[in-house]
């Protein structure tokens, strides 16, 4: 209300200024104005257009400023987006088509607060009815029980068809879900249903939908394998240049195995065993310099480290028997001594 009023005395103050002349031109001039200033950059801009000033400084500035503005909107929009408040992006998208110009912008907002809001609902009615079909299972092993154990009561045989009823229609809402899944690439939630489907209804099988889903388990199974292989390839590379070795050996033991595979990785495992075979040679080397000088737990350490980096260099583990042995009979010898 106050911006309307705002507006209406801007008007009748710019017309009256204007001596109420019937130069329109000026009239339009200070309409357009008194619309951006209380935000309506989308007619105010209409109206420069409808007389042709889309050169003019002040047509410019109400563009610049119909940016500005909405991009701050929309930054408002995509946080309540964010928080999942539909409603209030809704009504604020409402308000900026109204009053802005950036019609495709608006367009994108529209599609994601929609496709959100309806993930969303996607996941509570899937989490619902998988709920609803867990209680349904109860009822019909409740309902087989007494069948079993009746004697001569017959009242439950008219549950059977209020069951029966309950139990396709619920059936048909799990394979609905289960399709919706498919179409955002869900497919752990389009397995769930549509497994729980066929539990109700094994009629449904003749549709072959878990072939849908199973192509596309594999197709997001191998994005996702893709993905942490690319992932460990960086994370390697990282620990061959910053010489890890905890990480290396990980690392190229995880590549080694399934489902890891291709010629970047085999590069990158053949590059990792040269790297820890030569820096276990080069520890061997500065072990057999440190035990000669009589320093046998260190030697002890670094051929320790050079069998873990290359367990099949038997050199090393001949050696680290042989020091453990004299170190043993050192420590008897101190023994001794100390006594």
Not at 7 to 16: A, K, N, V
Not at 133 to 157: C, E, T, V
Not at 194 to 216: F, M, P, R, V, W
Request: glycine share 2%; net charge positive; proline share 1%.
């Amino acid at each position: 209300m106050f911006k309307a009023l705002t507006y209406t005395l801007l008007t009748l103050s710019f017309l009256l200024a204007s001596g109420c002349s019937t130069n329109s031109n000026k009239i339009w001039f200070h309409q357009s104005e008194a619309l951006a200033e209380i935000g309506n950059y989308k007619k105010a801009l209409s109206q420069l257009k409808i007389e042709k000033k889309t050169n003019t400084q002040l047509y410019k500035k109400i563009k610049k400023e119909d940016r500005l503005h909405a991009n701050k909107k929309i930054e408002i929009i995509k946080s309540e987006i964010t928080s999942k408040h539909w409603g209030k992006a809704n009504a604020l998208l409402s308000t900026l088509i109204e009053n802005h110009s950036w019609k495709k912008q608006f367009e994108i907002l529209d599609e994601k607060i929609n496709r959100a809001r309806n993930d969303e609902l996607r996941l509570i009615e899937t989490n619902v009815k998988l709920a609803q079909a867990n209680l349904l299972q109860s009822k019909l092993a409740q309902y087989d029980f007494h069948i079993r154990a009746q004697d001569g009561d017959h009242s439950w045989s008219f549950t059977k068809a209020f069951l029966t009823s309950e139990k396709n229609t619920l059936a048909k809402s799990l394979y609905s879900l289960s399709i919706q899944a498919l179409a955002v690439q869900d497919y752990v939630n389009a397995q769930k249903t549509y497994n729980q489907a066929l539990q109700l209804n094994s009629d449904l099988q003749k549709y072959e939908l878990s072939k849908t889903i199973h192509a596309g388990f594999n197709k997001s199974n191998k994005k996702t394998i893709q993905k942490q292989q690319t992932s460990l390839l960086k994370s390697l590379n990282k620990a061959l240049a910053e010489e890890n070795f905890t990480q290396i050996i990980t690392l190229q033991k995880i590549l080694s195995n399934a489902p890891f595979q291709g010629p970047e990785v085999n590069a990158a495992v053949q590059r990792s065993y040269s790297f820890r075979l030569n820096q276990a040679k080069l520890l061997d080397k500065k072990a057999d310099s440190v035990y000669r000088h009589g320093n046998v737990t260190l030697a002890i350490k670094l051929w320790k480290k050079a069998r873990l980096l290359a367990p099949k260099l038997e050199s090393v583990q001949e050696k680290l028997t042989r020091a453990k042995k004299v170190q043993s009979k050192l420590k008897q010898l101190r023994s001794q001594n100390g006594q």
